[in-house]
C-alpha cells in the first residue's frame, strides 16, 4: 500500500496542478496548445489521460492538432475557444471616411444652419460626388498616410464642390482653393501651360502641408487649423490675441472673424455630422467605390493631351478631365511629365509610350518668317509661347528675321477637341447670357474693373466673373472683355451694320473661337459655310461670316 501511495500521490498532485491551471487560463501558456490553430467556430478542445504512458493528449475536434502535456492524472476537459469574426471590408470610401471620424460636432445655431441647408439640397451631394468619384480614393490614401483627421475628406465640399476648375473672386483656384502665392510656397508650379492648383495631385499634397503647418502653429487645435485656412493665419491670430487681451475665450465659436470663415468650419462639421447620422436623417449620401481607379503615369516628356489620349484609348476630354492642371493643348514642356489615367488602361497607355519617339508626341509645322512678324505673333498664332519656339530652335533671344524657318509644335486636332483647355473654357463662360444685350470692350492700357464698372454701369464683381476673372486679376492690353447689359444705347440698336466677310482660318482657330471673336452664333457658321458637325476646320479653308460690325 505505501508503494502504491507513493506512485499515485504524484499523479494526482499533478492532476490538480493541472485543473487548476486550465480553470485559471482556459489553456496553459506551457502546454504549446495555439489558439491560431483552432477553427474559428466554437471547436470542442478534449484532453485525455493515457493510462500507459501518463501522457494527456489534446485534440481539436475534426482537426487532429495534438499536444502532448507531461506528466498528467485522468481528465477529460471540454473548452470553448472564442474565434475572432474576419474585419468586414469597406466598399465604398464615404463610408470609410465616416468611420473614422474623431471631430466632436457641438450643437450650435450655425452649424446647424448649414446643415438644413444641405438636407434640403440631396441633389448638391450627388452632383459633388460624381465630381469626386475619379479621385475620393485616392485624397483618403494620401489623408490616411500623412496621419490626417478623416473630416478633411470634406473639405473640397467645402471648397470647390470637388471642381478643380473651380475661381473664386479672391483668385483662389482649383479643387482646394489655392490663391497663387500660397500654391507656389507649397510647390504648385503655375505657368502659362500648366497651374498645379487645378492639379488634383500636386494640390492634395500642398493642402496636406498646408494643414499640418496650420494645425501646428495653432497648438493642435483644428478648428483654427481650417480657419486659417480659409481666411489666413494672420487674421486667425489677431481675433486669438484680440480676444486674450480683452479676457475672452479663445476657440474658434469665440472668435470675430469674417463672415465667410464663420461658416464656413461650420459647414464641414454639418457635413461630417449628415454623414455621421445618415440613416437618423433619412439622407441618400451616394456612394463611392473604396478602391483604386486611376494611376499616376510618368510620360518622361511634352505631350500633346489628344495624341496621350488616343493611345491610352480615351477621348481628349476624358484625359483632360482627369489632368485638370494643364491650362492648353498639351503638357508642360519643363513638367511635369505626369498623366493621370484610369487604372484599368494605364498598362497599356504605358506600353504605347514606350514605343512612341518623344518626337512623335507633338506635332510640328515648319514657319517661314514673314515681314512684320515678331516671335510673339508667331507663338500666338500657333497656340504656343515664345520660350518654346526659341528652346526648340536654339534661339538665345527673340531676334528673327525675314524669310528664316522656325520649327513650330501645334496641337494635333482644332482647339475645339481640347474642350477642357483655358480658351474654350473661357469662350463658354463668356458665352454664358447674362443679360439683354453682348458688349465688347478691348482693353486698353490703363484700364481697371473698377473704371469698367462705373463705365458700363456694372458691378465690379460681375464684370470679373463673365470673364472668367477675379476683381484682383491684372488686365492684359488686347484682349477682349465681355460686359452684358439690360439696356444699350440707340446708336447701338438702331445703327447695327450688317456686312459680309470672308474669314480665312488660322492654326489654333475653331468654331467657338471665331464665333466669339466676330460675336455670332456657332450654328450660324455652321449654316452659312454647310459644316458638317464632325468636320474639323482646316487652316487655309475659307468661312463667310454675316458681321455687326458695330459689335466688332
Known amino acids: 500500500m505505501k508503494y502504491i501511495t507513493a506512485v499515485l500521490l504524484p499523479l494526482l498532485l499533478s492532476g490538480c496542478v493541472l485543473t487548476e491551471q486550465f480553470a485559471k487560463n482556459e489553456v496553459t501558456n506551457a502546454q504549446a496548445v495555439s489558439t491560431e490553430e483552432l477553427k474559428p467556430d ?10 500507459s504512458t501518463a501522457q494527456t493528449s489534446c485534440a481539436v475536434a475534426n482537426e487532429g492538432v495534438v499536444a502532448v502535456m507531461h506528466p498528467a492524472a485522468p481528465i477529460e476537459l471540454n473548452l470553448i475557444v472564442e474565434a475572432v469574426p474576419a474585419p468586414i471590408a469597406i ?24 446643415k438644413n441647408w444641405f438636407l434640403r439640397h440631396p441633389s448638391y451631394m450627388k452632383r459633388v460626388s460624381k465630381r469626386a468619384e475619379p ?13 490626417m483627421p478623416a473630416e478633411i475628406a470634406l473639405l ?25 502665392g500660397t500654391g507656389k510656397n507649397y510647390g504648385m508650379k503655375q505657368t502659362w501651360w500648366y497651374d498645379g492648383r487645378r492639379d488634383v495631385i500636386a494640390s492634395t499634397e500642398g493642402a496636406i502641408k498646408y494643414l499640418q503647418r496650420l494645425h501646428k502653429m495653432f497648438d493642435g487645435d483644428w478648428l483654427h487649423a481650417l480657419a486659417a485656412y480659409n481666411s489666413g493665419e494672420g487674421r486667425v491670430m489677431r481675433a486669438i490675441r484680440s480676444n486674450k487681451r480683452k479676457g475672452k475665450a479663445t476657440d474658434f465659436w469665440s472668435l470675430d472673424l469674417p463672415r465667410e470663415t464663420e461658416a464656413y468650419v461650420p459647414k464641414l462639421l454639418a457635413l461630417a455630422d449628415i454623414l455621421a447620422n445618415k440613416e437618423d436623417y433619412s439622407f441618400d449620401w451616394p456612394t463611392i467605390s473604396n478602391q483604386q481607379v486611376i494611376e499616376i503615369v510618368d510620360v518622361g516628356s511634352q505631350i500633346d493631351l489628344a495624341v496621350a489620349a488616343k493611345k491610352a484609348g480615351l477621348t481628349t476630354k476624358e484625359l483632360h478631365s482627369l489632368n485638370p492642371g494643364y ?13 493621370v489615367v484610369p487604372l484599368q488602361v494605364a498598362e497599356e497607355f504605358k506600353i504605347a509610350l514606350a514605343n512612341t519617339d ?10 517661314k518668317v514673314k515681314s512684320g512678324e515678331s516671335l510673339g505673333l508667331i507663338a500666338n498664332k500657333y497656340n504656343t509661347t515664345t520660350g518654346v519656339i526659341q528652346s526648340i530652335n536654339g534661339m538665345k533671344n527673340n531676334v528673327i528675321y525675314t524669310n528664316d524657318f522656325l520649327l513650330v509644335p501645334i496641337a494635333l486636332k482644332s482647339m475645339e477637341e481640347y474642350s477642357l483647355s483655358s480658351e474654350q473654357r473661357l469662350v463658354r463662360k463668356q458665352a454664358e447670357k447674362k443679360g439683354a444685350y453682348q458688349l465688347t470692350h478691348k482693353i486698353k492700357s490703363g484700364d481697371t474693373f473698377w473704371d469698367l464698372s462705373r463705365a458700363y454701369k456694372v458691378a465690379v464683381r460681375d464684370l470679373a466673373k463673365w470673364n472668367g476673372m477675379a476683381p484682383r486679376d491684372p488686365l492684359r492690353p488686347g484682349k ?18 450688317m456686312r459680309k466677310l470672308t474669314y480665312t482660318v488660322r492654326n489654333g482657330d475653331s468654331l467657338s473661337l471665331i464665333a466669339g471673336k466676330f460675336k455670332v452664333k456657332i450654328s450660324d457658321i455652321k449654316k452659312w459655310n454647310d459644316l458638317n458637325n464632325k468636320r474639323y476646320l482646316q487652316p487655309g479653308q ?10 466688332t
Not at 475659307?542 to 460690325?549: G, R, T
Open 42 to 51: 466554437h471547436d470542442e478542445l478534449t484532453c485525455e489521460v493515457a493510462a
Open 91 to 114: 466598399t465604398d470610401s464615404w463610408e470609410r471616411i465616416r468611420q473614422n471620424f474623431t471631430f466632436d460636432v457641438p450643437n450650435r445655431k450655425r452649424i446647424n444652419s448649414q
Open 135 to 147: 479621385f475620393l480614393y485616392y485624397i483618403v490614401e494620401e489623408l490616411e498616410r500623412a496621419g
Open 156 to 180: 473640397p465640399i467645402v471648397e470647390s464642390a470637388f471642381d478643380p476648375f473651380a475661381y473664386s473672386h479672391g483668385r483662389a483656384a482649383g479643387m482646394w482653393q489655392f490663391i497663387p
Open 327 to 339: 491650362n492648353r493643348w498639351a503638357t508642360d514642356p519643363d513638367g511635369p511629365h505626369r498623366l
Open 358 to 367: 518623344a518626337k512623335d508626341r507633338l506635332n510640328w509645322v515648319r514657319h
Open 480 to 497: 477682349d472683355l465681355v460686359v452684358w447689359v439690360n439696356q444699350v444705347s440707340k446708336d447701338q440698336t438702331d445703327n447695327s451694320i
Open 542 to 551: 475659307k468661312l463667310k461670316l454675316y458681321v455687326d460690325v458695330t459689335r
